[in-house]
């Protein structure tokens, strides 16, 4: 999923002359971090990315294997810990750096808005009634959901955000109590669902086992907020509904972690 924002967002920078010239720099939980890094060496761009220090092995390893420069954060301050850094280090050397800040770049919901949005209206043609996405950027709702909000005004977007500031919904941001990015826009939100780490958990292994589909934590957390939307009162909503779930990332960037749940 963070391919098409981090893409959208290289082009930008490449249009306004400050890439390949400087480094581009921002602050990820991972999955963008390992976005830059992956289409920065195919395009000679150079990368550095601040990712709080307990992302997963898999994505901190990814960003060596790519040559990305990466800078550990520290783990209790988690996303907010990683964005303080990348700003220090853009102010500190303008010059030698150009903060992409994924957080506050048009062209991260623009992506979403020329690719996610348009796929999910073609793969359901037209019949979507419902968005649920997890937020971290808010790119995909915000982007996404702007081109679905245009093509079908009665659409509903339903923001999925974890239940408490410690949680382990790896690329989710409490809203309430994070710094909230400049792309997120509140009023154009349906819903807001906040969701456990345990019970997302419990549908990433329901969705291996049966039905051999390993998705992230935060695919779980989706689920969880769509099977709480299905099982409610339908007399106030058009039916059928369609609800369309997104899966930004698989499981096996979590697969170390993973490890618990076989009691490792
Ligand atoms: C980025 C991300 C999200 C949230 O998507 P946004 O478009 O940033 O709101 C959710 N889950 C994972 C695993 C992510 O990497």
């Known amino acids: 999923m963070k391919d098409r924002p981090a893409r ?35 395009a000679r761009i150079d990368v550095t990315v601040c990712v709080p220090a307990n992302a997963s092995r898999e994505r901190r390893d990814l960003l060596r294997m790519y040559g990305a420069e990466l800078i550990e954060t520290d783990p209790l301050e988690g996303s907010d810990g990683a964005i303080r850094r990348a700003r220090e280090l853009a102010a500190a050397e303008p010059h030698r750096y150009w903060y992409a800040d994924q957080y506050s770049h048009p062209a991260n919901p623009r992506a979403h808005y020329l690719t996610t ?36 005004r009665d ?30 826009d509140r009023s154009a939100i349906d819903e807001t669902v906040l969701v456990g780490t345990e019970e997302a958990e419990w549908w990433v292994t329901h969705l ?11 695919t779980g957390a989706a689920l969880v907020a769509a099977g709480r939307l299905l099982s409610r009162d339908t007399r106030d909503q058009p039916e059928p ?13 979590y697969l170390s972690e993973a490890r618990r749940l076989f009691g490792e």
């Open 208 to 218: 291996a086992r049966e039905h051999g589909l390993f998705v992230g934590w935060s």
């Open 8 to 42: 959208e967002i290289l082009r930008a920078g490449i249009a306004d002359g400050a890439l390949p010239a400087r480094r581009l720099l921002d602050a990820s939980s991972g999955n963008t971090a390992v976005a830059y890094a992956m289409l920065g060496a195919a």
């Open 117 to 152: 949005g348009p796929e999910i209206w073609r793969d359901t043609k037209g019949a979507v009634t419902h968005l649920v996405a997890g937020v971290g950027t808010s790119g995909t709702l915000m982007g996404a959901g702007r081109f679905l909000k245009q093509m079908r």
């Open 241 to 253: 509904r369609i609800v369309v779930v997104i899966a930004p990332d698989g499981g096996t960037r």
């Open 155 to 184: 659409v509903r977007l339903v923001a999925v955000e974890p239940d408490s500031p410690f949680h382990g919904l790896e690329g989710l941001k409490h809203m309430r109590t994070a710094m909230v990015p400049a792309i997120y």
